[in-house]
């Protein structure tokens, strides 16, 4: 059981490129969301999907995007990579029953950095 | 938006030594969840709680969910505790977690 698997663990990117940060969870969960931490600070939201097909902005999604066409992936891409992107960027999963959300589950993490 | 503040921000401890990491919070919540991550490295889920008290091994949990606060308490503290802890509240939607910034503990042998 591997829980939430985020590839890759780190890259460099140059200013205005792209690429996606793959996430994939095998607990059928049917929430998913990526967050990103940035030094000194909590981590914020970025995108959030509550089920396939479904995908909702969360505080800080300016230059991301995401799709949920299955209930186990769910990736993010950055378009036109900028230096304020440079962070540690966090995919996680969980269940929800009665109005209350459980089984958080992180994974590894991405560490980004945009030259 | 519910905000949430750890104290302390970085805490130097001896091994063996009692530790408590706090956590308040403005709105009121569904869950809140204590979360560990060592440098470099994931974040891992300790505790989710709504109410009272819970014990995994050496760490206890608690929340008071009048005054809006929550406690993380370390027993018999090891140099393998250190790590940044993390407070983080939901409120029942979809719309994720809110996170506290963190506390840096260090345990010293």
């Known amino acids: 059981n591997a829980g939430v698997t985020q590839t890759p663990k780190f890259r460099i990117l140059k200013i205005g490129q792209s690429m996606t940060l793959q996430c994939t969870q095998d607990m059928n969960h049917n929430y998913m969301y990526w967050y990103r931490q940035d030094p000194g600070m909590g981590l914020k939201l970025i995108y959030y999907s509550v089920g396939a097909g479904i995908t909702d902005k969360g505080e800080v999604p300016n230059g991301y995007n995401v799709s949920r066409s299955t209930t186990e992936d769910f990736p993010l891409r950055l378009e036109l990579a900028a230096p304020s992107q440079t962070s540690v960027y966090f995919c996680a999963s969980s269940r929800k029953m009665d109005r209350v959300v459980y089984g958080y589950t992180f994974g590894s993490g991405t560490r980004l950095t945009v030259v | 938006k519910n905000e949430v503040e750890q104290s302390p921000q970085n805490l130097t401890a001896q091994e063996g030594e009692f530790i408590t990491i706090n956590c308040s919070y403005s709105v009121g919540i569904s869950a809140l969840h204590w979360l560990q991550q060592h440098p470099g490295g994931g974040i891992v889920s300790l505790f989710m709680?709504?109410?009272g008290k819970k014990k995994h091994g050496r760490l206890i949990a608690t929340i008071n969910i009048q005054e809006k606060h929550s406690s993380l308490h370390i027993t018999a503290s090891h140099p393998r505790d250190s790590a940044v802890y993390i407070c983080?509240?939901?409120?029942?939607?979809?719309?994720?977690?809110?996170f506290g910034k963190g506390t840096h503990l260090i345990i010293q042998p």
């Open positions: 983080a509240v939901s409120g029942g939607g979809a719309d994720g977690l809110t």
């Open positions: 709680l709504s109410s």
